[in-house]
């Protein structure tokens, strides 16, 4: 069983910055991509953005332009850098890795048997 564990939310104020990250128990080398999602009160996860191992990314239309994904294999970590946040990225935010970030980033044999999340972090943003 692997473990993912967010860190970095909290409130920031229209326009400024955050930096999420997501550190992993184990090698995420294991996971052919990794992606954020978000979920706000009354609404399912939705994709914000997705790196595979070739670290080829996808972004949602909303958030592309603004925010950054990245991961370190090294460190066992995926990054989430937001810039120019606005209130409507106000959400849970979570990391996963497995079938719906396999699924979401395109591949096509995208069921590895399992499906992590982290517990995730809140980001609130406003004045």
């Known amino acids: 069983q692997v473990q993912l564990v967010e860190s970095g939310g909290g409130l920031v104020q229209p326009g400024g910055s955050l930096r999420l990250s997501c550190a992993a128990s184990?090698?995420?080398?294991?996971?052919?991509?990794m992606g954020w999602y978000r979920q706000t009160p009354g609404n399912q996860r939705a994709l914000v953005a997705i790196?595979?191992?070739?670290?080829?990314?996808k972004y949602a239309g909303s958030v592309k332009g603004r925010f950054t994904i990245s991961r370190d294999n090294a460190q066992n970590t995926v990054a989430l850098e937001m810039n120019n946040v606005k209130p409507e990225d106000t959400a849970v935010y979570y990391c996963n890795a497995g079938k719906t970030s396999n699924r979401d980033s395109g591949r096509g044999n995208y069921d590895p048997g399992y499906d992590y999340w982290g517990q995730g972090t809140q980001v609130t943003v406003s004045s």
């Open positions: 790196i595979n191992v070739s670290g080829i990314t």
């Open positions: 184990g090698n995420i080398l294991r996971f052919y991509a």
